[in-house]
């Protein structure tokens, strides 16, 4: 069984023009919570959940902490995290100022590694089992 999705219609705005067109959207089917994911890692490698769970808090507030004081942070075989800012442009540099950032987020990008096992990944169109009315 390959990966799922459905195709769904959107309004795309292409050239400064709404087109109507069709992508493609993957299916989640949960959220694999905090407490799946410590348990699962427990498992996997054998160490109680009271130690991953500590791994985890102090991983994610190291992670935050380089972010914040402005160095990008790479995580061996899982992947790299850095800020970005998305910005007003303006015509002059004197005007770029503070308060033309629109939002600044913390992203994520993904080892090879990662990236590698998606390679060999089926997709699979999900046709819904819908009744039609009469």
């Known amino acids: 069984m390959g990966l799922r999705y ?14 109507d067109g069709y992508k493609v959207q993957f299916l989640n089917h949960t959220t694999i919570t905090e407490e799946s994911l ?14 991953v769970k500590a791994c ?4 994610a507030d190291a ?32 005007e770029c100022l503070a308060d033309t950032v629109k939002r600044t987020t913390l992203h994520f990008t993904p080892s090879k590694s ?4 998606l390679e060999g990944v089926e997709l699979e169109e999900y046709k819904s089992l819908s009744v039609k009315k009469d």
């Open 56 to 59: 985890t808090m102090a991983i």
């Open 63 to 94: 992670i935050g902490f380089y972010v914040i004081n402005g160095h990008k942070v790479s995580f061996g075989n899982f992947g790299k995290f850095h800020l970005k800012v998305e910005n007003t442009c303006v015509d002059t540099p004197e």
């Open 6 to 19: 459905r195709v769904k219609k959107v309004n795309l705005d292409l050239y400064k023009r709404k087109v």
């Open 38 to 51: 410590v348990e699962y890692i427990s498992r996997s490698a054998g160490i109680p959940k009271s130690m």
């Open 114 to 117: 990662i990236k590698n096992v």
